[in-house]
């Protein structure tokens, strides 16, 4: 069964860096997201990306953080300057459709710790 | 806002034991109601899901009923097995949030043998 891949499966950076996430969703997937969870809390909406371009974020999704779909199966969270509090699983995701007839594929995550 | 509530955990359960996992949700409109299962070591899965009021989502032995008037989606199995051990999600999407879902903030399930 096709699956969503997250790499790297831990990334350990200092506060202040530049971290880029990578994910590669289902191929034929239309919708794109990224989620969080910060240890032993629920898990977040950041970001949902369709046709190229950001569709929905929430509050969290500050100017720290980007999206970038760069050569059509990649699809990237950047956060430009870490901080101690986006420590945090984060989740890419995808589906073909719509969540009411298609279930939302998670891939395995990447945890972030920003020492 | 939109939230969801569920029962704290860890829930420890023997093999066999019959399971319930809370979950209430605060929405506006009409949303549809999930549980995602996450493995240890593995992304978050789709379990069941219900998609309107008295729609009972079930799969793997595990039921939960879409009730509008307690605003409800309660997670249940009549008996569990060791490899039933995970973290369960309740979630709901908004009928006009497009593709996101809104989650609660998991249930470990441990299942002894």
């Known amino acids: 069964e096709p699956e969503v891949t997250q790499t790297p499966s831990h990334q350990v950076t200092q506060m202040g860096q530049e971290v880029i996430l990578r994910c590669v969703p289902i191929?034929?997937?239309?919708?794109f997201y990224w989620y969080r969870q910060i240890l032993g809390q629920k898990v977040e909406f950041l970001v949902s990306?369709?046709?190229?371009?950001?569709?929905?974020k929430s509050e969290i999704f500050d100017d720290q953080f980007s999206v970038e779909r760069p050569d059509g199966s990649n699809f990237t969270l950047k956060i430009r300057s870490t901080k101690l509090e986006d420590s945090a699983m984060y989740f890419c995701?995808?589906?073909?459709?719509?969540?009411?007839?298609?279930?939302?594929?998670f891939g395995n995550g990447t945890r972030l710790t920003v020492t | 806002g939109n939230s969801v509530t569920q029962m704290e955990g860890p829930v420890t359960l023997s093999e066999e034991a019959f399971l319930t996992i809370n979950c209430t949700y605060t929405?506006?409109?009409?949303?549809?109601l999930f549980w995602y299962v996450q493995y240890p070591g593995e992304g978050l899965q789709l379990l069941l899901k219900?998609?309107?009021?008295?729609d009972k989502g079930s799969n793997k032995g595990f039921e939960a009923t879409y009730r509008k008037e307690t605003t409800s989606f309660h997670l249940e199995k009549g008996s569990v097995q060791v490899s039933d051990s995970a973290v369960y999600f309740c979630?709901?999407?908004?009928?006009?949030?497009?593709?996101?879902?809104?989650f609660g903030g998991g249930t470990r399930l441990m299942v002894k043998p």
């Open positions: 219900a998609t309107k009021a008295d």
């Open positions: 191929s034929n997937h239309l919708y």
């Open positions: 929405a506006t409109g009409y949303p549809s």
């Open positions: 979630a709901f999407d908004g009928d006009n949030a497009g593709n996101m879902l809104t």
């Open positions: 995701a995808s589906i073909g459709g719509n969540l009411r007839s298609s279930p939302l594929h």
């Open positions: 990306f369709y046709n190229n371009e950001i569709s929905e």
